[in-house]
């Protein structure tokens, strides 16, 4: 079954505690993205990759890393989690492009206290 | 500033008659807007698209208006039906670059 898939889905942490949100697709895309839900802004994007070693900054990419050694595979790191980005995040890819039609994994619900 | 706008944080509509979803935008260089529908607890599904270079585009129960004079652009569901119960997203595209712009997203409920 063609899928994306994060892992964990909930997720409660402290104030600087480093923790990586794991992103897998299965349909062999090339295009992956990151993106967090908050109440009355959206979806705002984080970062995104056009291709294995290649990645950029979306709209709001402070306190984020991502890396893309693998085309499968795209993590998002958060190396010094604050409060501030307690929310819900969304991985998602896509044949090649980002205005493509894109895949949505199911969420990971972060708490950061 | 929000560059893609939904003013409407919910609507309510009786099943069998026809959903209206707006989505206002200000950056005219977009080309290329989307809808995506999103169940709780469930990651955002793409539902249907549309070119600058159209006014409309239908599939199914489902079409987009895009209204580029006035940089609006409308989802409708015609006849609504209460498994259509989500959020609705809509997005727009940067050209040359590969950023999507999503709305903050309208809360749609079919009762019967």
């Known amino acids: 079954e063609a899928q994306v898939t994060q892992n964990p889905r909930y997720l409660i942490t402290v104030t600087g505690k480093k923790l990586t949100v794991t992103c897998s697709q299965n349909m062999n895309h090339e295009y992956m993205s990151w993106y967090r839900q908050d109440p009355g802004l959206g979806l705002r994007q984080i970062y995104y990759?056009?291709?294995?070693?290649?990645?950029d900054k979306g709209d709001v990419p402070e306190g984020y890393k991502v890396s893309r050694k693998e085309k499968r595979n795209f993590p998002l790191i958060l190396e010094s989690p604050s409060p501030n980005q307690t929310s819900l995040y969304f991985c998602?890819?896509?044949?090649?492009?980002?205005?493509?039609?894109?895949?949505f994994g199911s969420g990971t619900q972060l708490s950061v206290l | 500033d929000q560059q893609v706008k939904q003013n409407s944080p919910s609507l309510s509509v009786q099943e069998g008659r026809i959903s209206i979803l707006n989505c206002d935008y200000t950056n005219s260089m977009f080309d290329y807007f989307l809808w995506y529908k999103k169940y709780p607890a469930e990651g955002p599904t793409f539902l249907i698209s549309i070119s600058s270079i159209k006014d409309k585009n239908e599939d199914g129960r489902f079409t987009v208006f895009l209204n580029k004079s006035a940089k609006h652009l409308s989802l409708h569901i015609v006849p609504s039906q209460p498994g259509d119960s989500a959020v609705y997203f809509c997005a727009a595209s940067v050209p040359t670059t590969d950023k999507l712009i999503f709305g903050t997203g309208t809360r749609l409920q079919v009762f019967p």
């Open positions: 990759s056009m291709n294995v070693e290649v990645t």
């Open positions: 998602a890819s896509s044949l090649s492009r980002g205005r493509e039609k894109l895949f």
